[in-house]
């Protein structure tokens, strides 16, 4: 294995019942690497990106971390794992009762064991981080969607994750307000943070990713540079999807 690989998965599968709805899924992150995850609605992207975090148990699968295997049976390695991989929803999943930087600053004290001094600190820097620290004593209701959107990707960072899961980022937001959360996700893939996001946003997705990947009914069906993928998917399934959404 590259000694630059951040993220290895291999051979993941998922039923819901009788539900297959991930069949020997596997992929690498490099360091730093942006990879990008399209396809149909039901094709298992938001399920892949959950059980790379854990949310939902795999059936079965491989994980390393920095070349480390991860042992789900052990407790300590498989929240050491999570600490590392964060998480980004569609829907923000904001604590609507604590302010945006209590929302940033609970996890750093009641995981990390900070004190409330650091942790308001941490807090403040990766609001500012997001442009957010401005609004940092607001509620998710006084919010927009973007603004939410961005508390919620400084919240992941407050963790110092190696690599960040991004489920449709920008799915539950009005037009005008997709541009201000893509800033955020351009620039940290400049800073080099290590992400694999899933997104309908293909133009401008297509400008950032390494790499795209195709699923579709809970299969990796392709891999390849936005311009090959897009351009002329070697798998008829994938020409069809992007004839579609071009
Ligand atoms: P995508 O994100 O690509 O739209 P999903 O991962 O959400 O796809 O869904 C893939 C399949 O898994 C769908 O058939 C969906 O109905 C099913 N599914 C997802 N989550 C659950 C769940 N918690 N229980 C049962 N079925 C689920
Ligand atoms: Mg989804």
Redesign the pocket.
């Known amino acids: 294995m590259s000694d630059t690989s951040v993220l290895r998965i291999e051979g993941l599968n998922k039923s ?2 009788e ?1 297959y ?2 069949k020997d899924a596997s992929l690498t992150l490099k360091r730093g690497e942006l990879k990008v ?1 399209i ?12 059980c790379m975090n854990f949310l ?1 148990p795999p059936d079965t699968g491989r994980f390393w971390l920095n070349g480390q295997e991860v042992d789900p049976s052990d407790k300590k390695s498989l929240y050491s794992y999570r600490q590392k991989v964060g998480m980004i929803f569609q829907d923000f999943n904001l604590f609507d009762h604590l302010s945006a930087v209590e929302n940033v600053r609970i996890a750093l004290v009641k995981v990390l064991g900070m004190s409330k001094k650091d942790a308001m600190d941490r807090a403040m820097a990766e609001l500012e981080r997001v442009g957010m620290a401005g609004r940092a004593n607001l509620y998710p209701a006084q919010l927009s969607g973007g603004q939410k959107q961005r508390v919620s990707i400084a919240r992941a960072l407050a963790m110092d994750p190696e690599v960040l899961l991004l ?2 980022p920008t799915s539950a937001l009005d037009p005008e307000l997709i541009g201000e959360v893509l800033t955020v996700i351009r620039d940290l893939s400049q800073a080099g943070m290590t992400m694999i996001m ?1 997104t309908h946003q293909i133009t401008f997705s297509s400008q950032l990713a390494d790499e795209f990947i195709f ?1 579709q009914q ?1 299969r990796i069906i392709e891999q390849g540079s936005p311009k090959e993928l897009l351009a002329a998917g070697v798998e008829s399934r994938t020409q069809e999807f992007c004839s579609k959404i071009n």
Do not use: C, H, R, Y
């Open positions: 819901f019942g539900n709805v991930l995850l396809g149909p609605s039901g094709g298992g992207k938001s399920t892949l990106l959950q939902i489920d449709e899933a699923m809970g």
